[in-house]
């Protein structure tokens, strides 16, 4: 953990009372922030309690309404984007902010570019550039390939690239592993050390609390835009750092809804096959129950959900609903159903991002709130919106807030009340709570498990372990496209799971 | 890592190769329909109308790779030449001096549209329609709204030059001097949005403006600039149109915007942003004024092609619709035999 006093190290960055509104909303309530050379300062704090905001600012994206950016003794009152890269600034932003139209390539070398105030793009170079920072790091990525075609894993992995070619005396990371496997996050951990030894000072943001006080030697927690403790790593643990940021305690627990067993299954597969994705799947859901589905990253797990959600239409193999068959060759099939979805790249996949969090709640569901089947009823509109709204606590001024605006971990609430509001017969989550804080994704199960008591069936992807044991009755584990254990009732533990995952 | 496939070359990183294609296809049915079509003439012809409309495609094609969609350019293009026309009268004035005075209005209409566009972050095609109105209104009512015949002695005397002259069937086939000029700002426009870092910004704020922000390019000044050299290029071909027909009408080039659009649109840049290139849209400027030129030659009504042209336009969207679908299709993790296996 940590190697050295930090009182050893002056800081390379400070930022110093720092106060950002928004409108009525304080998103940064006098913050004081400072990141040492050769030290990984870990920022956490729950959904909207102001870390993006915060890295904003001091990468010159969000100007302050007061306070100051010291780096490397030089103090601005703002910085433009230009400068804070000049300073020695890299960010890894949440919503990773790469350029979709453009080769993997291009998007790893360019800003660094821009910011040596180049006329001239050199074409030739880029290649080699891109190629020496993927090689270093031991991935593979198609540098010719659009960013836009690449999966959010390997978009994730061009933005780290793009962060680590010019030599940056601060990198700032939202939230970089969200959609990583194990391997890459541990060759992105080997290389946070490298990068220490190199005395680049890091700032990590994650939600998963190990990850962070793992490889991080200094810890600030944020609550609701002001600053509630800073300290060693080394003095908090995961209870301490849950307090500090929720302000209360969390119990994160096996805690399961109640449902007849006996009752006749709601879903039912049998032999589902998807030529390349999954093979000879069955399973059978009760209403009122909660099925986990879990597996490594790129296992099928995913590909099992989508497929019942039409998106890419099984082969073989037949579904049934209550007991009645049903054809599920697109999406629309899938929502007639019964089925609801919450895809796990929501940015992209889920949200509408420069609408209201009022018409994306209603977005999946118009058809529900027609009056003779042609009018909307707008009354019956304004209720469900608000309904959602309250129940799943979207911290926004208001429901016209576009999603854009708001954190990243409500935009996945808007997600959630997007599916609710349709009432599916059965709902599908893939990585429900990534990217969401400790408090809230206690709430966010705790909805599921209020769902599933009103007889929603639902199923839960998940590569988060103890998420899986809080909430599900029974875990399928999926392996190169079959799935090769039931977990079931007690025996539903962390190292049950873990097991089935290695074996 | 995967190489590309020569399929996937061939068939250009804008759908080049499928207007290559599609163009190939309208040139032998014509041939077939009528002989005369690859006649020297004909296709000088077809050459020497293509001119005006790659002058100003060239500045549309900037706009449209940098996210935005501008309809005042045609408006530009008249107000640069009809006024440098006007002010320079009848008399002397040599070429270059026509040039730089059309090129400085040019640029200064720009710099309008560029200002209000960047500073105001107001939707660009709003307004290059409000600006576009207002430019035409100060033509017709500050400068003139005759019909100029006596042009400087200069551009009178560029209207007849050619490079090439070839007896064809009789007459003589004869190609306009200007495709050298049209041909150099081919390639500059090009050597700009692939090797410059102001081109490249194009392309950056096209794919992500927020994302173009965050990486420190200068987009305030990037559009100003952008702006007024689509000015500077409509002028240019405001300039090259009016010598061209040996008149000056301020009524001209106003209107026929939409050809233009569709033609860069035809040449697969992409109307959300971000993408097109130099190449694609030559061809297709070419692939309109072909399919023009054929309504005439089988003798279809004029009003029609108007229609033709409208339909090209949904056309080249749909397509770019439909490859877009497809692209975002998935591969899946395993090939078969492993599935089976595990
Ligand atoms: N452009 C904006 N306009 C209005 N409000 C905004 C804007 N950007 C952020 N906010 C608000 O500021 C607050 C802080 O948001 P921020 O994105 O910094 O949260 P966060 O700590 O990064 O959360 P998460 O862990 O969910 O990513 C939120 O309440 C958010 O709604
Ligand atoms: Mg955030």
């Known amino acids: ?503 | 890592m995967t190489t590309r496939k020569p399929l996937a070359r061939l068939k250009g990183g804008n759908n080049e190769g499928v207007v290559v294609l599609v163009l190939l296809v309208v040139v032998v049915l014509m041939t077939v329909a009528n002989p005369e079509f690859l006649s020297f003439s004909n296709l000088f012809s077809i050459v020497r109308s293509s001119l005006v409309p790659t002058v100003l495609a060239l500045g549309v094609l900037m706009v449209i790779i940098s996210g935005g969609i501008d309809v005042s350019f045609t408006a530009i293009a008249i107000f640069a030449a009809y006024s440098t026309v006007t002010w320079v009268g009848p008399g002397g004035a040599g070429a270059v001096v026509l040039l730089v005075l059309a090129c400085v209005v040019g640029a200064a209409l720009g710099l309008v549209n560029g200002l209000v566009i960047s500073t105001l972050r107001l939707p660009t095609l709003i307004v290059t329609l409000g600006t576009s109105t207002m430019f035409k209104g100060v033509l017709i009512a500050y400068i003139g709204a005759q019909y100029i015949a006596d042009l400087p002695e200069a551009m009178a005397r560029l209207g007849n030059a050619n490079v090439l002259s070839i007896p064809s069937g009789g007459e003589v086939a004869n190609l306009h001097v200007f495709v050298i000029p049209v041909a150099a700002l081919c390639v500059l426009v090009w050597w700009v949005l692939s090797h410059t870092m102001w081109g490249r910004s194009l392309y950056a704020y096209g794919g992500d403006p927020e994302a173009a922000r965050r990486a420190g390019f200068p987009v305030v000044r990037a559009q100003i600039i952008l702006y007024t050299a689509v000015g500077v290029l409509a002028a240019v071909g405001g300039l090259m149109h009016v010598t061209l027909s040996r008149n000056a009408n301020p009524q001209d080039l106003v209107g026929s915007e939409l050809d233009i659009i569709a033609a860069v649109v035809l040449g697969g840049a992409s109307i959300f942003g971000g993408r097109g290139s130099v190449l694609g849209t030559v061809l297709g400027v070419f692939l309109i004024q072909i399919i023009q030129n054929s309504l005439i030659l089988v003798g279809i009504p004029s009003v029609w092609q108007r229609a033709a042209v409208g339909a090209i336009l949904l056309l080249g969207v749909g397509v770019q619709a439909l490859s877009a679908k497809r692209t975002s299709r998935k591969v899946f993790a395993y090939a078969d035999e492993e599935v089976v296996a595990a």
């Open chain 1, 1 to 503: 953990m940590s190697s050295e006093p930090s009182a050893a190290t002056a800081p390379v960055l400070e930022a110093r009372h720092i106060v950002k509104t928004y409108g009525g909303v304080t998103a940064l309530d006098d913050v004081t922030f400072e990141a040492r050379a050769g030290h990984v300062h870990c920022l956490a704090g729950e959904n909207g309690c102001g870390k993006s905001t915060l890295i904003k600012i001091i990468s010159g994206v969000e100007r302050p309404d007061s306070g100051s950016i010291v780096i490397d003794g030089e103090e601005y009152g703002h910085l433009t984007p230009a400068e804070a890269i000049r300073a020695g600034v890299q960010v890894i932003y949440q919503d990773f902010s790469l350029f979709p139209n453009l080769s993997v390539a291009e998007n790893i070398v360019l800003t660094a570019q821009v910011a040596d105030r180049k006329r001239l793009f050199s074409a030739g170079s880029t290649r080699p550039r891109a190629q020496a920072i993927v090689d270093e790091l031991g991935l593979d990525i198609d540098l010719d390939a659009r960013v836009e075609s690449l999966s959010v894993a390997n978009r994730q992995l061009t933005a780290i690239c793009r962060a680590l070619i010019s030599d940056a005396k601060v990198i700032f990371m939202d939230e970089p592993t969200t959609a990583l496997t194990r391997t890459e996050v541990s060759s992105l951990f080997a290389l946070v050390e490298r990068l220490r030894e190199r005395n680049v000072a890091l700032v990590f943001v994650t939600h998963k609390l190990e990850e962070a006080l793992q490889v991080s030697q200094d810890l600030t927690i944020l609550r609701s835009g002001s600053l509630v403790v800073t300290g060693p790593a080394s003095d908090f643990d995961r209870r301490s750092v849950t307090k500090h940021m929720t302000g209360r305690d969390v119990i994160e627990s096996r805690h399961l809804n109640d449902y007849d067993a006996t009752a006749a299954p709601r879903l039912s597969v049998e032999g589902l096959t998807l030529s390349g994705a999954f093979r000879d799947v069955s399973f059978e859901v009760r209403p009122g129950e909660i099925l986990g589905v879990t597996g490594l990253l790129g296992s099928g797990r995913s590909e099992i959900v989508e497929s019942l959600f039409g998106i890419y239409p099984a082969g073989s193999g037949t579904v049934r609903v209550d007991g009645r068959q049903v054809r599920l060759h697109s999406i629309t099939d899938a929502i007639d159903a019964g089925f609801g979805y919450v895809p796990s790249d929501r940015l992209t996949e889920g949200l509408c991002l420069d609408k209201s969090i009022a018409d994306n709640t209603i977005s999946a569901s118009l058809d529900r709130h027609r009056r003779w089947g042609i009018f909307t009823d707008r009354g019956k509109v304004a209720s469900t919106i608000d309904r959602f709204f309250t129940a799943l606590r979207i911290k926004a001024p208001d429901v016209s807030a576009p999603v854009r605006s708001l954190s990243g971990g409500n935009a996945q609430r808007v997600v959630l009340a997007k599916w609710l509001a349709n009432d599916p017969r059965v709902l599908m989550l893939n990585g429900p709570t990534v990217g969401v804080d400790v408090g809230s994704k206690e709430e966010i199960l705790d909805i599921l498990r209020a769902q599933a008591t009103r007889g929603m069936s639902i199923v839960v992807v998940s590569d988060d372990v103890p998420e899986l044991v809080s909430v599900c009755h029974r875990v399928l584990v999926v392996r190169r496209g079959r799935v090769t254990h039931e977990i079931a009732g007690d025996d539903v533990t962390a190292p049950a799971i873990e097991s089935g995952l290695a074996a």
